[in-house]
């Protein structure tokens, strides 16, 4: 098999993987839709489609203006929900925890938690750099100084543009590391 078609073939595992788990999210959020309601894929549409039916899916209650300003919902902007990711500090900065007088420095390879499809860092094609989650797209805040215990896991968005932004990350203060014995 020549490296295009297992790339082929590869993809379209990951597009199973992904497919399946969609339908068991679709089922865990939506159940047994009641009769008259309509399918699940009408729902799912309305949702992704516009913000107004992410709130009235919400349970939120949702106004929309009458009159000269009204708004058609179909015209408003795509709302995508965060995702969760799995992150692996690279080895290039694993040994960068921070310290007293140091900020932590890690940087993360990212991938889909569900799919494993990698966004940043080692393994992506076209090759992408690992991820600083506190540099600008992304969201994530450190402490200026101190030691830091690694992310594993998080949740990423996509912004107004299509990119990716990290929004959190499990990567917590070490205390322990931080404590000065008394003698």
Known sequence: MTEYGEQLANMMRRLETAES??????????????????????RLAA?????????????????VH??????????????????PVT??????????????????????DVEDAITGYKYFGAGTSPAVAAADPIVSPHKWVRPEIGYMIAATFGYAH???????????????????ACEVEEE
């Open 66 to 83: 009458s009159g000269a300003s009204a708004v058609d919902a179909n015209e408003l902007p795509i709302v995508e929900s965060a995702f």
């Open 158 to 176: 996509r912004n107004s543009t299509g990119a990716l932004v990290i929004g959190w990350i499990n990567e917590v203060a070490d205390q322990e």
């Open 87 to 108: 992150l692996a500090v690279t080895s290039g900065t694993s040994g960068l925890t921070g310290n007293a007088t140091t900020k932590c420095g890690y940087e993360y």
């Open 21 to 42: 788990a969609l339908a068991a999210l679709r089922r865990g959020v939506f159940g047994e839709l009641p009769p008259g309601i309509g399918s699940v894929e009408d």
């Open 47 to 63: 949702i992704e489609r516009t913000q107004v039916g992410a709130l009235a899916a919400m349970g939120d209650p949702v106004v």
